[in-house]
């Protein structure tokens, strides 16, 4: 990174941000309270907003959003006749998943091989720490050329679109000129990118019902029907052959065009074992960027351990269901509701729920913002070009923030890389990312604000 007082001053506010990410990584701040403390999440949001507080920020609240989660909010004043950036990110962060599986404990942040370890390290915890420094090192160097909105979320992670339905109500509170989504990632660690797509998504919870209660399975077993059985079926019509998914009506064959997703790169980014193919078809591209992917994410039925001779009754599971640009949220989950319906066997008595839906973004990355941040990037990275990528996952109030504010330039960039292994047991992020995305970020805001000027 060539020197320069911006990057000093990132770089010597470093260990101050390893510390407060070790502080906000330690509320497991999981947005389900039937299986983490709701005062973790609390205790989290009360982090932020004292960071906010403390910085200068004004009007900082504690929102109460319509799924039972708050989200944080502040607003730094900026210079008259400035514009306004939105700086996004969130707090809460998936479950652990599999303790035993972490190296060390989930909810403690550890050094390992020069990456930082942790829950919500890298999604997106560390997205919080990333806009302070930006912040910062802008405060030591002459102020804070824009007027800035802050808002972390604290339900980003179930789906279930407090934030989202909060904006809508409150149309004025998040309006800006810019937004800066800081919870996606460089499409490789050092390669400064952009995502100009998210995809969608839709959750459904599918139960399905054949008998009034267990049955033993040598006394009716062959005729009683399997609940179970019936589900796995169902679940299967869902994938084709090579496991390309089909959801019946949907359309799966779109192709991406762009910064291409070299296979073998994938495979060892995704960890796939050796000789396990990967399933669909097209490049790896179209599969994850431009195309639906169905993802059962969960299945109750009965455990191994304990497991007794008998027929099950009931099953249930819950599907997510990834909706590429250019398709509708509502209108997939409706043909995913249906396929669902019309493929379980047996007459099976099925209920299906639906637990989350946000729809799909699209960037235009011929804005000003765009070209504000392609310079910042080449400063952060020495010299290295901004590459513009897809994201396969979602982010629901990014398309609501494009649909309540149209003439705002959206952009998302991130500390999710490959390597951080977000969602996954040993999530991490290196502290050479947080450090040059915290410079590009500060720069680009002076940038922004230089290419606003009358």
Not at 32 to 54: I, K, N, Q, Y
Not at 72 to 95: C, F, I, M, S
Request: glycine share 10%.
């Amino acid at each position: 990174m060539s020197p320069n007082p911006i990057a000093e001053t990132v770089a010597a506010l470093m260990p101050r941000a390893k510390d407060e990410l070790a502080e906000l990584v330690a509320f497991p701040s999981v947005a389900d309270f039937d299986h983490f403390p709701r005062a973790a999440s609390e205790d989290a949001a009360g982090w932020v907003a004292d960071a906010l507080r403390a910085e200068g920020f004004e009007d900082v609240a504690l929102l109460d959003t319509p799924d039972g989660t708050q989200s944080v909010y502040g607003h730094l004043p900026g210079p008259a006749g400035a514009p306004t950036v939105l700086l996004y990110a969130h707090y809460d962060v998936q479950p652990p998943l599999d303790e035993s599986a972490w190296t060390t404990p989930p909810f403690e942040l550890t050094e390992r091989d020069g990456r930082w370890y942790g829950r919500g390290a890298a999604d997106c915890k560390g997205g919080v720490i990333m806009h302070l420094l930006a912040l910062r090192a802008l405060k030591a160097n002459g102020g804070v050329p824009v007027g800035v909105k802050f808002i972390a979320e604290g339900s980003e992670e179930q789906g279930t679109g407090g934030l989202e339905r909060y904006a809508r109500a409150n149309p004025g509170l998040l309006a800006a000129d810019a937004v800066v989504i800081g919870d996606t990632g460089n499409f490789r660690v050092g390669l400064p990118t952009v995502t100009a797509t998210l995809r969608g998504m839709t959750m459904l919870r599918i139960t399905v019902d054949t008998l009034e209660g267990n049955l033993h399975s040598g006394q009716f077993g062959g005729a009683a029907p399997d609940a179970l059985a019936a589900l796995i079926r169902v679940l299967d019509s869902l994938r084709a052959e090579d496991g390309s998914t089909t959801v019946d009506g949907l359309d799966a064959e779109a192709v991406w065009e762009g910064l291409e997703y070299p296979e073998a790169d994938f495979r060892a980014d995704a960890k796939v074992l050796d000789g396990v193919d990967l399933i669909g078809h097209g490049s790896v591209a179209d599969r994850i960027w431009a195309r639906p992917a169905v993802t059962v994410i969960g299945i109750d039925a009965v455990p191994v351990a304990g497991a007794t001779p008998s027929v099950p009754a009931s099953a249930r599971a819950q599907v997510s269901l990834r909706v590429p640009p250019g398709q509708d949220a509502g209108k997939a989950t409706e043909l995913l509701r249906a396929h669902l319906e019309a493929h379980v066997p047996w007459n099976a008595r099925v209920a299906i729920e639906q637990v989350g839906q946000g729809e799909a973004f699209r960037a235009d990355v011929t804005s000003p913002a765009y070209t504000s941040m392609a310079e910042a990037m080449r400063v952060a990275y020495s010299g290295e070009e901004m590459q513009v990528s897809g994201e396969g996952g979602s982010i629901p109030l990014t398309n609501a923030l494009a649909q309540l504010y149209p003439e705002a330039e959206i952009l998302l960039i991130g500390l999710s890389e490959p390597e951080a292994q977000i969602h996954a047991p040993n999530e991490s992020v290196s502290p050479d990312e947080l450090e040059r995305l915290s410079v590009a970020e500060a720069h680009f805001l002076v940038n922004y604000a230089r290419s606003r000027e009358v």
